[in-house]
């Protein structure tokens, strides 16, 4: 028994059980590395357990997404069963006519009663989904919760504690102190807010000492700086997602312990004398009779994890340096690279003869695999009076799954012939080329995706994208047809995006020559874009001519600038900002003349810094309503030509059938 088999990936259910490892496989490397950092400080530890979760998270996405599989797990052997056909069945007959007869069907007594009885696996998602919302609810819950106790809480306008909160913000380089509020309603301090945060305190911080109060700012002010909350809620959605999976829980709790330690350390860093801030923390926790803090929110002090605290505040041996950049970058990139590679791993393919026929059906249909020269009718049942099948020896009956919706039954002398051993393209072309339902053929040009440059393969899908009649069949051919690599596939697709006249059509080509970045589909989508009306399709257009080498831009991309969709302008603004062309900047600057949203006027800043650092018209961005204007504009003024993250303008998400 194989690993794939012993985890069934090659069943329905095999897709999540290949995820579920992948996941342990990263928590467990995860795991070792942390152990490995047992002496770095807690800053460290707490990057490595945030990387993780995050890469836990994004896993389902990069597995689909991933632009390569790494065939490193064994092969899934292909299992022949023999399974009465159904009237959905697609029979592929390749004996001769003497040799072969159907043996009677025995029909289950629930599917004789019209009892369709969910399967395991179906059982298994919904109980997962059930526990998952229910998670998501809490978190939901407690949310809200937070958010009525900082509603219900009135301001501090104590001055000290105000002058305190300034000074420790401005020693932890914070341009904007949070603000900070007194609720009667909790007896711990805590931070919330994940864009405009709030540190909360009890009712008794009136009575605090001063050094009580620079620990607590301090500690709060930490998690501000450090943005622990994002991580956080990152863990609790983890743990909601993959609530069956102890490594998850894990990670959340170390992710948690190492933000507190870490904020602890920024404190001692910054000149408390451990003893003190120890003995600090110590009358908090007594203080709390029971915990008044929604779990979502950064409760300074816990006691479950008061002890383990109190020893690394006190330990005169600890690391409490953060980590530098280099260092944040390296395990960064190492566990991310890492998290790719394991996203990438696939089953191996497997042997030709095991090769299972990956299409999707929703119709039946019946393909003749080596037929006679005479038509044969599809067998029917032997009379029950025989109580042998007519058949030779050695003829065998075997179902292949194709998908959960189809099964080909197939009735050989002796071994699968080599047509259906090797018929993945072979069978997948002749359906999309013959089949008489568009539906048929649209799944099929999806299953031919893997082998687009088999030429029997490239071929059908070209056909199929020029001339078939239904849009979502030519939709889905020039979808496939991106994963090949033949010379020929972009003045292919180009035709398809000047010729085509359905809008989802010509949107997929130019989707796919923005994946090619090939400098010959420059002429093509300038074409294209130029007598284009769809504005969703425009914009598509806009994003493929930013990914292909120009060294002028298409005039209509600069009119795309006033375009109604924010979209489609912020796609123009890209494009514009990659192809560079100096002659665009007066369009751009026209455009950062006229009213515009906040999202436009920075992208449109950023296309005119591509070209000139320091863009004329800057001073009348200074008085925008939007302070992220204003930052961007004071950004490029003083020379900086990064002003904040590039939104991807990524097109609509590709077809699945």
Same mark, same amino acid.
């Given at each position: 028994?194989?690993?794939?088999?012993?985890?069934?990936?090659?069943?329905?259910?095999?897709?999540?059980?290949?995820? $579920?490892?992948?996941?342990?496989?990263?928590?467990?490397?995860?795991?070792?590395?942390? @152990?490995?950092?047992?002496?770095?400080?807690?800053?460290?530890?707490?990057?490595?357990w945030l990387v993780a979760i995050a890469a836990v998270l994004l896993l389902p996405a990069l597995s689909r997404w991933m632009p390569l599989d790494l065939p490193v797990l064994p092969a899934a052997a292909s299992v022949a069963t023999v399974t009465p056909p159904t009237?959905?069945?697609?029979?592929?007959?390749?004996?001769?006519?003497?040799?072969?007869?159907?043996?009677?069907?025995?029909?289950?007594?629930?599917?004789?009663? @019209?009892?369709?009885?969910?399967?395991?696996?179906?059982?298994?998602?919904?109980?997962?989904?059930?526990?998952?919302?229910?998670?998501?609810?809490?978190?939901?819950?407690?949310t809200l919760a937070v958010q009525r106790i900082v509603r219900s809480a009135k301001p501090l306008a104590d001055d000290d504690w105000n002058d305190r909160l300034y000074d420790v913000a401005d020693r932890l380089g914070i341009a904007r102190a949070p603000r900070v509020v007194k609720s009667e309603s909790i007896h711990v301090p805590f931070a919330t807010g994940l864009l405009n945060a709030t540190i909360v305190l009890p009712a008794e911080c009136d009575s605090w000492t001063p050094g009580q109060r620079d620990a607590v700012l301090i500690h709060e002010l930490g998690h501000v700086r450090r943005r622990?909350?994002?991580?956080?809620?990152?863990?609790? $959605?983890?743990?909601? $997602?993959?609530?069956?999976?102890?490594?998850?829980?894990?990670?959340?709790?170390?992710?948690?312990?190492?933000?507190e330690r870490a904020c602890d350390d920024l404190a001692i860093r910054l000149g408390s004398r451990p003893s003190e801030y120890a003995e600090h923390l110590l009358q908090i926790v007594t203080a709390v009779g029971r915990p008044a803090v929604p779990s979502?929110?950064?409760?300074?002090a816990q006691r479950k994890e008061f002890e383990g605290r109190m020893l690394a505040i006190l330990d005169p041996a600890l690391r409490r340096e953060a980590p530098p950049r280099w260092q944040v970058a390296s395990i960064t990139g190492a566990l991310m690279a890492m998290s790719l590679l394991v996203a990438a791993a696939a089953p191996a393919p497997a042997p030709a003869q095991a090769k299972p026929l990956e299409i999707a059906n929703n119709t039946t249909k019946t393909v003749l695999a080596d037929p006679p020269q005479d038509p044969l009718p599809v067998a029917k049942p032997a009379p029950k009076a025989s109580p042998e099948p007519a058949t030779t020896p050695d003829a065998k009956s075997t179902v292949v799954n194709i998908n959960p919706n189809v099964r080909i039954n197939v009735r050989t002398q002796g071994e699968l012939p080599a047509e259906i051993r090797d018929a993945n393209p072979e069978l997948l072309a002749k359906i999309l080329r013959t089949d008489s339902s568009a539906e048929v053929r649209r799944v099929a040009a999806w299953g031919l995706h893997d082998h687009a440059d088999v030429p029997v393969a490239f071929s059908a899908l070209s056909a199929a994208a020029e001339r078939d009649a239904d849009a979502d069949v030519r939709t889905m051919a020039v979808w496939a047809l991106e994963s090949s690599r033949d010379t020929k596939v972009s003045e292919l697709i180009g035709r398809v995006l000047a010729r085509d006249s359905d809008a989802d059509a010509r949107e997929m080509a130019a989707w796919a020559l923005g994946q090619f970045a090939d400098p010959s589909a420059a002429a093509p989508l300038a074409a294209a874009l130029a007598k284009e009306t769809s504005d969703r399709t425009l914009g598509t257009i806009a994003w493929a001519i930013g990914t292909v080498p120009m060294e002028r831009a298409p005039a209509k991309l600069t009119a795309l600038l006033s375009n109604e969709s924010k979209h489609t302008r912020l796609t123009a603004a890209w494009a514009l900002s990659n192809i560079a062309d100096k002659a665009t900047l007066?369009?751009?600057?026209?455009?950062?003349?006229?009213?515009?949203?906040?999202?436009?006027?920075?992208?449109?800043?950023?296309?005119?810094?591509?070209?000139?650092?320091?863009?004329?018209?800057?001073?009348?961005?200074?008085?925008?309503?939007?302070? @992220?204007?204003?930052?961007?504009?004071?950004?490029?003024?003083?020379?900086?030509?990064s002003i904040d993250p590039w939104p991807w303008p990524w097109p609509r998400v590709r077809p699945n059938p």
């Open positions: 028994m194989t690993l794939t088999s012993l985890l069934g990936i090659g069943t329905p259910s095999g897709p999540t059980l290949l995820l $579920v490892l992948k996941a342990t496989t990263i928590l467990l490397v995860t795991v070792m590395l942390a @152990g490995a950092l047992h002496k770095a400080s807690a800053g460290v530890r707490h990057l490595v009237t959905g069945d697609a029979i592929i007959n390749t004996a001769a006519p003497s040799q072969t007869q159907s043996t009677p069907n025995v029909t289950p007594s629930a599917a004789a009663a @019209g009892i369709t009885l969910p399967s395991l696996g179906t059982m298994l998602i919904g109980l997962w989904a059930a526990v998952a919302l229910l998670l998501i609810a809490r978190l939901i819950h407690g622990d909350l994002l991580g956080h809620t990152l863990g609790r $959605v983890a743990c909601a $997602v993959y609530w069956f999976h102890p490594l998850v829980w894990t990670a959340a709790r170390r992710l948690r312990d190492a933000s979502v929110a950064l409760a300074m007066p369009a751009i600057r026209a455009a950062l003349k006229q009213p515009q949203d906040g999202s436009t006027t920075r992208a449109l800043l950023r296309a005119a810094m591509a070209m000139d650092p320091t863009p004329d018209g800057l001073s009348d961005l200074l008085t925008s309503a939007d302070p @992220g204007v204003r930052a961007a504009a004071v950004a490029a003024m003083s020379g900086k030509r």
